[in-house]
C-alpha cells in the first residue's frame, strides 16, 4: 500500500512539473518607462543567439506602439534612450524549444536596469519565440504603467 502511494505521489509530480509557467516583470526602484514613447529604442544582438530573436523583439516593440530598431553589433548608437538586451534559453525535449526569455530595459547613457521581464515555460506548455517575447514585453509594460496597443497572441 505505501509503494502504491508513493508511486501516484510521483506521477502526480512527474506530470504537474511538466506544465510550469511563469511569467513576471519588476520594475527598478526609483526607475521609470514614462518616456519611452519619445525616446530611442535599439534591440541589442545577445551574442549566442543564432536565431535573431533581436528582430522579432523590436517587430513586436513596434508592433505594441513603441518602435524600435534591432542592432547587428553591440555598439549602440549615440541618440540611443533606452537599450534591450535578452537571454534566451533553449531546452530539448523531443525539438528544441524557448524555455525561457529574459529581456531588460536599460538606460543607454549608464546601462542601469529599468525594468526587467521574463517568460518561462517548460515543455508541456511551450509556446513559439513569437507568443512568449510578447507575453514578455506586454508583462513589463503593465508592471511599468506604460500604454501599448493590445495584440492578438500567437
Same mark, same amino acid.
Given at each position: 500500500?505505501?509503494? *502504491?502511494?508513493?508511486?501516484?505521489?510521483?506521477? *502526480?509530480? @512527474?506530470?504537474?512539473? #511538466?506544465?510550469?509557467?511563469?511569467?513576471?516583470?519588476?520594475?527598478?526602484? #526609483? &526607475?521609470?518607462?514614462?518616456?519611452?514613447?519619445?525616446?530611442?529604442?535599439?534591440? &541589442?544582438?545577445?551574442? %549566442?543567439?543564432?536565431?535573431?530573436?533581436?528582430?522579432?523583439?523590436?517587430?513586436?516593440?513596434?508592433?505594441? #506602439?513603441? %518602435?524600435?530598431? %534591432?542592432?547587428?553589433?553591440? =555598439?549602440?548608437? =549615440?541618440?540611443?534612450?533606452?537599450?534591450?538586451?535578452?537571454?534566451?534559453?533553449?531546452?530539448?525535449?523531443?525539438?528544441?524549444?524557448?524555455?525561457?526569455?529574459?529581456?531588460?530595459?536599460?538606460?543607454?547613457?549608464?546601462? &542601469?536596469?529599468?525594468?526587467?521581464?521574463?517568460?518561462?515555460?517548460?515543455?508541456?506548455?511551450?509556446?513559439? %519565440?513569437?507568443?512568449?517575447? &510578447?507575453?514578455?514585453? =506586454?508583462?513589463? @509594460?503593465? =508592471?511599468? #504603467?506604460?500604454?501599448?496597443?493590445?495584440?492578438?497572441?500567437?
Amino acid at each position: 500500500m505505501k509503494v *502504491i502511494k508513493t508511486l501516484m505521489l510521483l506521477s *502526480i509530480l @512527474f506530470v504537474t512539473t #511538466g506544465c510550469v509557467t511563469r511569467l513576471e516583470a519588476t520594475v527598478s526602484p #526609483g &526607475q521609470s518607462l514614462t518616456n519611452l514613447s519619445k525616446g530611442k529604442i535599439y534591440v &541589442q544582438h545577445f551574442t %549566442p543567439d543564432k536565431r535573431n530573436l533581436n528582430y522579432i523583439i523590436a517587430d513586436k516593440l513596434s508592433l505594441l #506602439g513603441h %518602435p524600435a530598431t %534591432p542592432l547587428d553589433s553591440n =555598439e549602440v548608437p =549615440e541618440d540611443a534612450d533606452v537599450v534591450i538586451t535578452y537571454v534566451d534559453n533553449w531546452q530539448w525535449d523531443m525539438t528544441n524549444y524557448l524555455i525561457k526569455i529574459k529581456i531588460d530595459f536599460r538606460n543607454a547613457e549608464n546601462k &542601469q536596469l529599468i525594468v526587467t521581464g521574463e517568460s518561462f515555460r517548460t515543455s508541456l506548455a511551450r509556446k513559439d %519565440p513569437d507568443y512568449m517575447i &510578447q507575453e514578455a514585453l =506586454e508583462k513589463i @509594460f503593465q =508592471e511599468a #504603467g506604460i500604454a501599448y496597443n493590445h495584440l492578438p497572441k500567437g
